[in-house]
């Protein structure tokens, strides 16, 4: 599924299952709650955080793909509702990143 696809699966799920969009402002918010489920998820399974029962660590793994996939799909909804072509803002971003970044992370040390 391509981004394009992406932007047009969630448009026709929100039509059709989620009645309509929430105002921006609102997803702006779900969106920054999803990232703190998201941050809370890593810090447990990367960082120094422990699980509160041992059940949660044995789904932590789907649980960690779940909480992108809700952090993505609000995003998706965000950039529908504010008219962004993710494809293209994301080849925008890289051709940015790639003509910022060329020689700064090579000549890094800390990265080798």
Same mark, same amino acid.
């Given at each position: 599924?391509?981004?394009?696809?992406?932007?047009?699966? !969630?448009?026709?799920?929100?039509? +059709?299952?989620? !009645?309509?969009? @929430?105002?921006e402002?609102?997803?702006?918010? #779900? &969106?920054?709650?999803? !990232?703190?489920? &998201?941050s809370?998820l890593?810090?447990?399974?990367?960082?120094?955080? +422990? @699980?509160?029962?041992?059940? =949660?660590?044995?789904s932590?793994?789907?649980?960690?793909?779940?909480?992108?996939? =809700? !952090? &993505? @799909? #609000?995003?998706?909804?965000?950039?529908?509702?504010?008219?962004?072509?993710?494809?293209?803002?994301? %080849? %925008?971003?890289? =051709?940015k990143?790639?003509k910022? =970044?060329?020689?700064?992370?090579?000549?890094?040390?800390? &990265?080798?």
């Amino acid at each position: 599924m391509t981004l394009k696809d992406t932007q047009e699966t !969630v448009d026709q799920w929100i039509k +059709s299952i989620g !009645v309509r969009y @929430f105002n921006e402002l609102t997803n702006t918010a #779900v &969106l920054m709650e999803e !990232v703190g489920e &998201l941050s809370r998820l890593m810090a447990r399974i990367y960082g120094e955080q +422990s @699980f509160k029962r041992p059940e =949660d660590e044995a789904s932590a793994q789907s649980d960690l793909a779940d909480e992108m996939a =809700d !952090v &993505l @799909f #609000v995003l998706v909804c965000l950039a529908n509702q504010t008219g962004v072509d993710l494809t293209e803002a994301v %080849k %925008k971003n890289l =051709d940015k990143k790639t003509k910022r =970044d060329k020689n700064r992370h090579a000549n890094n040390e800390k &990265l080798k």
